[in-house]
């Protein structure tokens, strides 16, 4: 339970109250555009915890979930929540103009004189006109407004864009391996899962890592070795940096402008994680490759995991250059052809007199 401590003085006494923070929130709960953020008070915490001490005889793989846990504590103390989303209300004179159309509609059913129900049917659509222009008034509003966000917020920009764009499309009917039609959501998942499963290539038991320890141990591989990556605060700073301030969030939800209001005061703590990585590079790069699981979802529907044999995984900035190491050598034993790469295809070409002589 995070708590905070503030002291009001009432009369001649003073009394401390203790509110509690909801223990549930996290970083996408808090409202970091906010000018409410007291990012003073937020660097002076974070550069006053003693991270060394506390992450001395923190296990490794807990190491960055601690950094999480206590950035989040701090911040929460400083941070307001973000507002909770409502629908808009219906403006005021286009309820009026609702309720005047809705008399006229039961009027109109009860009248019996066409002179009457024609007169009442031209009031109804000069009051349909005024609530279409209404609405062209209010999307002519809200657009002028994203597109002046553009340069301060651009996600409220994108948000309002994808809300217009939105289409949800469906996937199925499939046909299955005997040839059956499925329209079922779990037998959807399945189907596709065993589709991607296929693509899977089955690693050679000749360049199998059994043991990362004994096949990354840079003796055997002297004097050519890439064995230590070694951070300093600076680096991590100018990393940092590069950031956009409203770049998307990772998978923990740490926001980016938050980095970048304190680079300097989390560079500290994120250089401890980052020196229990160093060693062995082989070891890391196995371990990023090892132990990668895969699902399919079709309408809300979840199918069972598979896990990945092959590939890197996509988004990732290791992935290209592993990949680029791979197919490196992919015409070395090529003598009398051509061979011209891009991305993942590759194409031979052969000359005709080479075919000739061959």
């Not at 996290?26 to 906010?34: G, H, V």
């Not at 504590?73 to 629908?87: D, F, N």
Request: hydrophobic share 35%.
């Amino acid at each position: 339970m995070i708590k905070i401590t503030s002291n009001i003085r009432t009369n001649n006494s003073s009394q401390t109250v203790e509110p509690t923070i909801n223990p549930d929130i996290t970083f996408k709960d808090l409202n970091f555009s906010s000018n409410m953020v007291d990012w003073s008070n937020i660097k002076h915490e974070l550069d006053e915890f003693d991270w060394q001490t506390e992450m001395k005889n923190v296990p490794v793989d807990e190491k960055y979930s601690t950094i999480i846990a206590t950035t989040l504590k701090i911040v929460t103390k400083y941070a307001p929540l973000r507002k909770a989303c409502y629908k808009a209300p219906i403006p005021r004179h286009r309820k009026a103009i609702m309720r005047k159309r809705s008399k006229l509609h039961s009027r109109i059913r009860q009248c019996n004189n066409d002179h009457d129900k024609r007169s009442m049917q031209d009031k109804v659509e000069r009051l349909e006109e005024q609530l279409r222009k209404s609405h062209r008034c209010e999307r002519t509003r809200d657009e002028t407004h994203a597109v002046e966000a553009i340069q301060t917020n651009y996600k409220y920009f994108f948000k309002y864009v994808k809300k217009l764009g939105t289409v949800n499309a469906a996937v199925g009917p499939l046909v299955n391996t005997d040839g059956e039609v499925i329209n079922n959501p779990h037998q959807i998942c399945e189907t596709l899962k065993y589709q991607y499963e296929n693509v899977f290539s089955q690693p050679k038991e000749a360049y199998r890592i059994n043991d990362p320890d004994v096949s990354c141990n840079h003796r055997y591989w002297q004097p050519l070795v890439l064995d230590n990556i070694n951070f300093q605060p600076s680096d991590i700073v100018e990393a940092i940096n590069e950031l956009k301030t409203n770049s998307a969030a990772g998978p923990e939800e740490f926001p980016s402008i938050l980095l970048k209001k304190c680079a300097l005061e989390l560079s500290i703590p994120l250089q401890v994680r980052e020196h229990r990585i160093v060693g062995r590079v082989g070891c890391w790069i196995d371990a990023f490759h090892s132990d990668r699981v895969q699902f399919v979802a079709v309408g809300g529907c979840m199918s069972q995991e598979s896990h990945v044999l092959s590939g890197v995984p996509q988004g990732s900035i290791l992935g290209p250059i592993l990949f680029l190491l791979l197919i490196s050598d992919i015409d070395g034993e090529i003598n009398m052809a051509r061979v011209t790469s891009f991305a993942d295809d590759t194409l031979v070409a052969r000359p005709k007199f080479a075919i000739l002589l061959g």
